[in-house]
């Protein structure tokens, strides 16, 4: 397996443009996660879907965000409009339940950069 | 709400052991973990421990868990330059999201 595919790998934008970040899941993962990056914050949970379904997005810092998950091989995380603090990396991980409990599986992630 | 606190860095010379530490607040952990990232790359798993033990030992990583003080530790034995990289701690209550740290910095010198 290619293991969990994230596209692009390095996006720059100027501030007020339309972001989408791809995912592609490990295949027979149930859950999908989004997570952001920073120095300064760590790294944060922002949504997570479970069959295709999101189960919590409390992480979503506003409205600019939006994600979706139309298959279980596909989701989108997109940011409209772009502002200079949304610049970080953008993982998506997936994973399956086990026994023992879990793992997640990262992507490479997306670097973002908003002028 | 869950908080995990980790140690921002950490430098140790190649062939010494390196000694991670975290400290995590939600009692109901049922599981916690360690992760890895290398530079330029996502997080990898390298190891976890049920709430119920006490001690997990794979290879050259020694996972230690005191859940009454709620700390664990990762000891790496014979650190290489390779294992440069950032740490992190994680814990989930049973099969549910993680929280993670800050992530430790480690630096390997040779």
């Known amino acids: 397996d290619a293991g969990v595919i994230q596209s692009p790998r390095h996006e720059v934008t100027e501030m007020g443009q339309e972001v989408t970040l791809r995912c592609k899941p490990i295949?027979?993962?149930?859950?999908l996660f989004w997570y952001r990056q920073t120095m300064m914050r760590g790294l944060e949970l922002l949504i997570y879907?479970?069959?295709?379904?999101?189960?919590?997005d409390s992480g979503m810092p506003e409205d600019r965000f939006s994600a979706k998950m139309p298959n279980a091989s596909f989701s989108t995380l997109k940011i409209q409009p772009s502002e200079p603090r949304d610049s970080a990396v953008y993982f998506c991980?997936?994973?399956?339940?086990?026994?023992?409990?879990?793992?997640?599986?990262f992507g490479p992630g997306t670097r973002l950069t908003v002028l | 709400g869950e908080d995990v606190e980790q140690s921002l860095f950490l430098s140790v010379r190649e062939g010494d052991s390196s000694v991670i530490n975290c400290t995590y607040t939600?009692?109901?952990?049922?599981?916690l973990y360690w992760y890895k990232q290398e530079p330029g790359a996502g997080l990898q798993l390298l190891t976890y421990?049920?709430?119920?033990?006490d001690m997990k030992q794979d290879q050259r990583l020694t996972v230690l868990l005191n859940k009454k003080d709620k700390h664990l530790s990762l000891r790496i034995a014979d650190t290489q330059t390779g294992d440069s990289a950032i740490y992190f701690c994680?814990?989930?209550?049973?099969?549910?999201?993680?929280?993670f740290g800050k992530g430790t910095m480690l630096l390997v010198s040779p």
């Open positions: 991980a997936s994973s399956v339940r086990v026994a023992g409990g879990h793992e997640q599986f």
């Open positions: 295949s027979g993962h149930d859950y």
């Open positions: 879907f479970n069959n295709n379904v999101p189960i919590d």
């Open positions: 939600d009692s109901s952990s049922t599981y």
């Open positions: 421990i049920f709430s119920n033990m």
């Open positions: 994680a814990e989930s209550e049973g099969y549910s999201t993680l929280t």
